[in-house]
């Protein structure tokens, strides 16, 4: 027996917020429905050797072919979307839910003549006002516990109320107020009824119309001197304060809108639609598309929206989306023309469907709830291109198209890709990534760091031209080769990266000379050399034909011979070979291209890294150095004046005036940044 089954996903491809899994089969059945605190937690559970498996679970994650998760905002979200797919889908093996004995609710028998309010998880009381599910009988109890001190409505079973009949004596809810005692005649059964019908108007929503009523009501009873009263009205109002609080509803039961949530980049879409009917969540879709060209939110809410309602679903009476498209107008024409067209089932007999609003979220629960359809999106792209990029089918293709669209004699096995980061032509660092295969080799990551400059291409020049070196002679000395190596290169021309972060004080070293390296460290520095000395397949360069030409020229004069050189274009992603007047446009949807904007953009987040860590060492190295100028002081100074550069332009007068800086501290620092 294997270990696990097949389709068991990456851990690092779950996600760790709370939502809602799914077990289906071959035929896309679905076979089991849950609910999690923290998602990669909760399924890792089912991944676990089949043999230490109980033997329903077993069968269950045997039988199944595939899961699928949704995130949600909070766990009171995954209990509802829980509990709505199970009386959807029918699971066949959440067979303890059959019977809703998960799921208490909060009931007001408004079909009896003395209604009753109680906790039950059975939903078929004749003309009973259900509320719920909650997540826990103790938290509904409390609810009802807060909501009697306000509205007295009976809740205790038949056989005692029978009972206070007969006795004349009322049990003890009444003797303590928490029951107006229809039972022995201290209310008529029609004040009891409006006292449950309140009851239910403020679960349903009409909380603030009572407890305006109450407040007036106070304010009229201490008015009168009456403080027994207006005691007992105040707490009529903390309870039903605190009532609403333990019972806070995501949306209104009034509420039937679909929202959209989107997240994309250069060639990709990931679409998230929370489908909310009667304040539910009834279903949720999702879906990925490529994009042909790199289109504005707005233009792609327009497709999104038009591509979900062009089958038999009838757009509801509003949709939220994350941005308004342009024409927004004509487009809720267009949706309410659908609606009409397609007809609305829950629409009055005879009437014409509503009005479409198109909308975006601005504050309030759908605010909340469009936050969590966008984090389900965002978590859906990575998904998407995480398993896109480790494919091994789709990365042997991208290779080989690769090879195709600029002609090389094999596939890139090896591809290093360099990038210049820089702030206004100062603190000018260079990154270099490696991929192998289509995946990243982060423990040959390299950073450069580059003394003088006149511009990018001429980084790109320095930083090919040394990395070079070591392929021209792979036992070179650091120190040999060029007095503008680093301490840090010369332990490997550059440190090994760790995700993307400096490992260490000489990861950020200056641009002094190497002047000694003791054995351990040479050691350390030979076995660098051999890894760094490995030469790449295709050479990649950030930048258009001006780049492509400067790291030309470096190999050039190296005379290393072999090596495939392209730069990509961040525009419009296009491919420049030299000697190349027009460029190479690789398919936007093409693994060739993913693969290619994969490298560029983890060459480019490595040298942004690496190029701030250096920024925020200089600074507080230089201003650490002053006598008297420590880490608080040195936060109030950059707090205060907002960058290293406003602070280099200030007057001791000016610097004197940050909080904790004395004139004769201000003069040491402006000294200090004046000779630098």
Not at 145 to 159: I, Q, Y
Not at 205 to 217: C, P, V
Not at 246 to 264: Q, R
């Amino acid at each position: 027996m294997a270990d696990t089954v097949s389709y068991r996903p990456k851990a690092g491809e779950i996600p760790t917020q709370p939502g809602v899994y799914r077990f289906r089969d071959a035929h896309r059945r679905v076979l089991y429905v849950g609910k999690a605190k923290n998602l990669r937690a909760r399924l890792s559970n089912y991944f676990q050797p089949l043999r230490s498996l109980h033997d329903r679970t077993r069968r269950m994650v045997t039988t199944a072919a595939s899961v699928e998760w949704t995130v949600v905002a909070t766990e009171f979200e995954a209990l509802q979307l829980e509990y709505t797919w199970i009386k959807e889908f029918n699971p066949p093996f959440n067979v303890q839910f059959r019977d809703d004995k998960s799921y208490p609710y909060l009931a007001v028998t408004l079909g009896e003549r003395i209604p009753r309010v109680m906790v039950t998880r059975n939903r078929g009381v004749k003309d009973a006002r259900y509320f719920g599910p909650y997540t826990k009988v103790w938290a509904i109890r409390d609810t009802v516990d807060l909501m009697l001190k306000a509205f007295p409505v009976r809740s205790c079973s038949d056989g005692v109320y029978r009972r206070a009949e007969l006795t004349g004596r009322p049990c003890l809810l009444g003797d303590i107020g928490k029951c107006a005692a229809p039972c022995v005649g201290r209310v008529t059964p029609e004040e009891h009824r409006e006292l449950a019908e309140d009851f239910v108007s403020f679960m349903a929503g009409n909380d603030s119309k009572y407890i305006r009523a109450l407040t007036e009501r106070m304010k009229a009873a201490a008015s009168t001197q009456d403080y027994e009263a207006a005691a007992r009205h105040r707490d009529a109002i903390q309870a039903l304060e605190a009532a609403m609080g333990k019972s806070a509803v995501v949306l209104p039961d009034n509420v039937d809108a679909d929202v959209f949530g989107i997240a994309h980049d250069e060639l990709a879409a990931a679409v998230q639609q929370f489908i909310v009917r009667g304040g539910r969540i009834r279903g949720v879709r999702s879906w990925v598309v490529d994009k042909e060209i790199d289109v504005e939110l707005g233009e792609l809410v327009e497709t999104v929206v038009q591509n979900a309602y062009e089958g038999t679903d009838a757009p509801p009476r509003e949709i939220l989306v994350p941005e308004l498209p342009e024409d927004a107008a004509e487009l809720e024409l267009w949706l309410t023309a659908r609606r009409h067209e397609i007809g609305d089932p829950s629409a009055p007999r005879g009437t014409l469907a509503g009005r479409v609003a198109l909308r975006v979220a601005q504050r309030g629960d759908k605010a909340a709830l469009a936050q969590t359809v966008e984090m389900n999106a965002k978590n859906a792209l990575v998904l998407y291109k995480t398993r896109r990029s480790s494919d091994f089918v789709a990365r042997s293709k991208a290779l080989n198209d690769i090879q195709d669209a600029l002609g090389m004699a094999d596939a890139p096995l090896r591809m290093e890709c360099y990038d210049v980061s820089h702030l206004s032509g100062t603190n000018i660092v260079a990154s270099m990534v490696v991929f192998e295969d289509g995946l990243p080799r982060k423990d040959q990551y390299r950073r450069f760091s580059i003394p003088e400059s006149t511009d990018d291409t001429e980084s790109i020049y320095q930083v090919i031209t040394r990395r070079l070196a070591y392929l021209k002679n792979p036992e070179l000395d650091a120190v040999e080769n060029g007095a503008a190596l680093t301490a840090a290169e010369a332990a490997g021309a550059g440190e090994p990266g760790n995700a993307g972060e400096p490992t260490s004080e000489d990861d950020l070293a200056g641009d002094d000379p190497v002047i000694d390296i003791d054995a351990e460290l040479q050691e350390a520095a030979e076995k660098r050399r051999k890894k760094f000395s490995y030469p790449p397949n295709l050479l990649i360069v950030d930048g258009g034909q001006p780049q492509v030409a400067a790291a030309r020229r470096a190999l050039e004069e190296s005379g290393v011979q072999g090596i495939q050189l392209v730069g990509i274009a961040k525009r419009l992603e296009e491919l420049w070979l030299p000697d190349s007047d027009f460029p190479v446009i690789l398919p936007r949807n093409s693994d060739a291209l993913f693969l290619i904007q994969r490298i560029r953009d983890e060459a480019h987040r490595f040298a942004i890294t690496y190029q701030r860590a250096r920024r925020k060492r200089d600074i507080g190295s230089v201003l650490g150095e002053i006598p008297g100028l420590g880490p608080s002081r040195v936060k109030e100074l950059l707090k205060h004046f907002g960058s290293v550069a406003q602070l280099r332009k200030a007057t001791p007068e000016e610097i004197a005036e940050v909080r904790g800086v004395g004139p004769t501290l201000a003069g040491a620092i402006h000294e200090r940044l004046a000779s630098r």
